[in-house]
């Protein structure tokens, strides 16, 4: 033990025993001391609050006080014991010892007529001193601790661990909730009574779990204060441990999110319009396409039409009055002819009237067979027996060809792909639909380009509709565009 000057009161009537004490304290030359003396208990307490005092020694029988009466008025006096007692008693008496052990003495010496206690009163001194001097550290790191998280806006916490849980600590902070620190731990109920009924089972299990195995816990719930006020938390605790690793106990935080989450529902509010809004833009164009086609077809290809007949007509009067037809002539029918099939690409491209006419899947093999024609690729398109025969929502066929069709699109212009598969069937209670080729593959630096946007489109359009869509591709591998869609999104509308 480092060398320390105490300060020793020594209350004892005895001059004999006062002397062999102050002789066995100055034979240990382990520490120095200034003793101080006092032959009343009364002397003893006007000395103590006078002057500091280490430590001291009281003999239980004194001329005015008693030992116990004694520690009474020390402690009524000061509020709390002002340095740690040993008592000196030649009574052979446990209650004695337990009555001034319960009245603030540290620790106690029997007297006996050897004088062998003597001998333990110098260990005995600095073991009281140097627990009261670990004690007073604890407190002031626990004063310090509360002082800092105190400060901070979070609830602090410590809690047992094991199926009978309770709160050990709780900051003052959880008057955000309108219940003191004091209700908080006593009643071990409240936590979870003030969970808002919505998210009481999944966050009781979570809180239940870590607490009875000592795993961490983050887990974010609404509490209702006493007020009826809902606000958001993120409860986040991990173990305490001691040297060995055994969990002692949790200590926690309980944040205050109600802010963000507010922000978060706000924005996911928003989301939720800007995808009605697109979705609503997507079926007015849908129907504006089909308008311009119907059009298209309507004035054009009547006009285109009308001008292949009349040369037509004109061509067969020449040929019965035996005249051969001007070339310029059959160069203008073949040019009508020309534009009639660009006017029948334009309508096939704006909205192909075999998806109105004869539904979804007819449309994909008919579309499949179009790419086939066109780019030399070889396309396989499969749909299973069941989803064949089931009748489609037609807001959902459109989404489902324009998506197919953005995708055949990307992999003809893209992929350098030879082959490119379309399959869709049922997986347990939803739509699968699956465009896959064998090309060299999309990156993932692709399919997350905000650049991208037929990709863009191509999610949007699936989740307006409560679909998820994947996009995956290895190099040399090919590129999987997958949608998966909810059944009950599926059938017409009743």
């Not at 003030?194 to 009781?204: F, K, M, R, Y």
């Not at 192909?352 to 006419?357: A, H, R, T, W, Y």
Request: net charge negative.
């Amino acid at each position: 033990m480092p060398q320390s000057q105490l300060h020793i009161l020594i209350v004892e009537d005895d001059t004999v025993d006062r002397l062999a004490c102050k002789r066995a304290i100055t034979g240990d030359a382990s520490f120095s001391f200034v003793l101080h003396e006092a032959a009343t208990g009364r002397d003893g307490l006007e000395l103590i609050a006078r002057q500091r005092i280490d430590c001291i020694l009281l003999d239980y029988h004194l001329p005015d006080l008693n030992g116990l009466e004694f520690l009474s008025e020390l402690t009524s006096a000061h509020g709390t014991m002002p340095a740690p007692v040993l008592l000196l008693t030649g009574a052979d008496s446990a209650a004695v010892v337990a009555a001034a052990m319960k009245r603030g003495a540290w620790d106690y010496l029997g007297k006996d007529l050897d004088g062998n206690y003597l001998e333990l009163l110098p260990s005995a001194i600095q073991r009281m001193v140097r627990e009261r001097r670990l004690a007073e550290e604890k407190r002031a790191a626990e004063a310090q601790f509360r002082s800092l998280v105190e400060q901070i806006e979070a609830i602090t916490y410590t809690a047992s661990l094991g199926e009978a849980t309770h709160f050990q600590y709780i900051s003052p902070q959880i008057k955000r909730l309108g219940f003191s620190a004091g209700e908080w731990i006593l009643d071990p109920g409240l936590h979870f009574r003030q969970i808002h009924p919505d998210d009481g089972d999944e966050a009781i299990e979570c809180i239940m779990r870590s607490r009875s195995t000592g795993n961490a816990l983050r887990h974010e719930y609404r509490l209702v204060s006493r007020n009826g006020e809902v606000l958001w938390f993120r409860d986040e605790a991990k173990a305490v441990t001691d040297e060995q690793g055994r969990k002692l106990f949790l200590q926690g935080i309980l944040v205050d999110i109600t802010q963000s989450k507010q922000a978060e529902q706000a924005l996911l509010h928003s989301q939720a319009e800007l995808r009605q809004l697109a979705g609503h833009l997507e079926t007015a164009k849908e129907a504006e396409r089909k308008r311009i086609a119907q059009e298209i077809h309507d004035e054009l290809g009547g006009l285109f039409t009308g001008i292949k007949a009349y040369i037509s007509v004109y061509v067969e009067r020449l040929k019965r009055a035996g005249t051969a037809p001007d070339p310029l002539l059959m160069e203008v029918a073949s040019l009508a002819d020309n534009g009639f099939q660009a006017v029948r690409r334009v309508i096939t491209d704006l909205r192909p009237s075999v998806l109105d006419q004869l539904g979804i899947w007819t449309a994909l093999e008919w579309y499949a067979n179009q790419i086939e024609k066109r780019s030399g690729l070889e396309c396989e398109c499969s749909i299973e027996d069941q989803l064949a025969e089931m009748e489609i929502e037609p807001e959902v066929s459109t989404m489902l060809f324009r998506i197919a069709q953005e995708a055949l699109t990307n992999t003809v212009r893209h992929a350098d792909a030879s082959k490119v598969t379309i399959h869709a069937g049922l997986d347990s209670g939803s739509l699968t639909l699956e465009i896959r080729d064998d090309g060299k593959g999309i990156g993932q630096h692709s399919t997350e380009n905000s650049e991208s946007w037929g990709i863009v489109g191509m999610h949007e359009r699936a989740r307006y509709f409560g679909g998820e869509l994947s996009i995956t591709g290895e190099a040399g591998r090919g590129t999987l565009v997958r949608l998966r869609l909810p059944m009950e999104e599926l059938r017409t509308n009743e």
